[in-house]
């Protein structure tokens, strides 16, 4: 179990930061990690117009390695995101002139 624990501390990266902790403190702090991961994910790809749950679940189980293709991607140009509003020459002439009066 010491070796399954040493391999998880270092692709987590947790070694790094504290390499002398106890595996039950580390199971805790990997499991909110990658909770905060998955949620991370979640409400990124929602933002982005991207699959929520799929995502969602790359970063619970994935932590940071599942996060990180993510935050690296562009939105994409037919998002269903809810603030997605793509950009026109139109709408940005007509919001910067001034109405005729």
Request: hydrophobic content about 50%.
């Amino acid at each position: 179990m010491a070796d399954l624990t040493e391999l998880l501390a270092y692709v987590s990266g947790i070694y790094f930061i504290k390499p002398d902790m106890e595996s039950h403190a580390f199971l805790a702090t990997l499991a909110a990690i990658h909770l905060c991961n998955g949620v991370l994910c979640f409400v990124i790809a929602r933002h982005g117009g991207r699959h929520q749950a799929g995502w969602a679940l790359a970063g619970l189980l994935l932590g940071v390695w599942g996060a990180l293709p993510l935050l690296l991607l562009r939105r994409r140009a037919n998002g269903t995101g809810a603030d997605f509003k793509p950009a026109t020459a139109d709408a940005t002439r007509a919001a910067t002139t001034p109405p005729d009066g």
